[in-house]
């Protein structure tokens, strides 16, 4: 192998190195991506389950307890994907 090739080797080599690296940052960082959105998925959920619970107490004359009001902002409506309306536990205004 003359110098010649040796550098296109190595130039290839190194290339090859950045684009692994470059893709495994990126794999990286959909699945942080993705575990935060199955995380807010859950609590978004969880949120809402809470949410039904308490309307129930309330509806079945259960002593008054307080409403929780709407403070958080709902991030799926934010984005335009929440579909519960009046049942999102979360704020649907800015
Ligand atoms: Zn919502």
């Known amino acids: ?20 690296e470059e893709l495994y940052r990126r794999s990286m960082f959909e699945s942080i991506l993705e575990a935060r959105r199955t995380q807010e998925r859950s609590w978004h959920t969880e949120e809402r389950e809470r949410q039904k619970e308490k309307n129930k ?11 929780p009001q709407k403070k958080m902002l709902c991030i799926f409506w934010r984005k335009g994907t929440c579909d ?9 205004t800015l």
């Open 1 to 20: 192998m003359n110098e010649m090739e040796e550098e296109v080797n190595f130039a290839i080599k190194k290339r090859h190195e950045r684009e692994m």
């Open 57 to 67: 107490e309330i509806l079945s004359g259960a002593p008054e307890t307080e409403v």
């Open 84 to 92: 519960l309306k009046e049942d999102c536990a979360f704020s649907h």
